[in-house]
Structures are given as structure tokens and as C-alpha cells.
């Protein structure tokens, strides 16, 4: 079950793939991350975590746990904003697919591609709690397996 947990966050819809739940493991697939891939080409990213000791940076640390809600794709952005950081210091440019996934941040819609992302990663986790009560208890008190649909 750890298994299906984990890769359920990495790769939405992955826990009901291995129980063979195929269309509410592709519906799950295509509705969170065409929500990510939306907010990425609004130039949104995973921004990170403002770490503030008189508690201001409370809000964008909330904000950043539920951005990494979605997993692989919201990892591989956080890491993309990190490398664009340390390219800029080096004065190296990005190739395209770092630029992509690490946003612009000056751009005008990169706080509404954020919100986006924030809601992918909302919404997977609901999903991986979603799969864990179905798993564990199912609709009618029986286990995934005994139900279905």
C-alpha cells in the first residue's frame, strides 16, 4: 500500500492504475496535470518557501507544501527554479526546458500560473486520500479489490 501511496503522489492516478482503475486513473491524470502544465505555461513555478523567524513566511510555506503536492513534475520545477537561480550567477543561460519549468517571475501572469499549481497540488493530495480511504475502507466498508465499478 506504501507503494501505491508514493507513487499515487509522484504520478497522479497511479494507485488506481495498479488496481486496475484505468479511466479514474487516466481522468485523474489528465484533469491534475493539465491543471500543472496550465500553470506552467502561464510562466507560474513552484516557488520556494520564504523562511521568515518572525513568522511572515507562515503563508508562502504553506503555499510551497501544497505546490509539492503534485509530486515528480512540481519536484522537477522547485529543482528548475534552484538551477535557474545558480545559472544566474554564473551568468549561464537556461536551455528551454529549464526555463519552462522554472517560470518567470516578472512575467504578469506568473502569480495566476502559481495559484494553478497550487490547486494541481491541492488536488492530488485529495486524490492520494481519496485512494487511501478506498483502499483501506472502500465505499461499503470492503477493501478496493471487492469493489466494482
Keep these: 500500500m506504501a507503494l501505491d501511496l ?3 503522489w509522484l504520478l497522479p492516478g497511479f494507485g488506481y492504475l495498479r488496481k486496475k482503475r484505468y479511466a479514474r486513473a487516466l481522468i485523474l491524470f489528465i484533469i491534475i496535470e493539465g491543471t500543472f502544465f496550465l500553470g506552467l505555461v502561464l510562466k507560474g ?3 520556494p518557501p520564504i ?3 518572525s513568522g511572515g513566511g507562515v503563508i508562502s510555506f504553506l503555499s ?19 538551477a535557474f537561480k545558480k545559472m544566474g550567477d554564473f551568468q549561464l ?5 529549464l526555463a519552462f519549468f522554472a517560470g518567470e517571475q516578472p512575467h504578469a501572469f506568473f502569480e495566476m500560473g502559481g495559484f494553478y499549481l ?3 497540488g491541492a488536488m492530488n493530495y485529495f486524490s492520494v ?12 466498508g470492503c477493501a478496493i479489490e ?3 465499478s
Design 118 to 120: 497550487l490547486v494541481s
Design 64 to 82: 510551497f507544501l501544497i505546490q509539492v503536492g503534485n509530486g515528480l513534475l512540481s519536484i522537477i520545477s522547485f529543482a528548475a527554479v534552484l
Design 45 to 47: 513555478s513552484v516557488t
Design 129 to 140: 486520500v481519496n485512494f487511501y480511504d478506498r483502499y483501506k475502507n472502500g465505499r461499503n
Design 51 to 53: 523562511l521568515d523567524p
Design 6 to 8: 508514493i507513487g499515487s
Design 146 to 148: 471487492a469493489h466494482k
Design 93 to 97: 543561460a537556461p536551455g528551454p526546458f
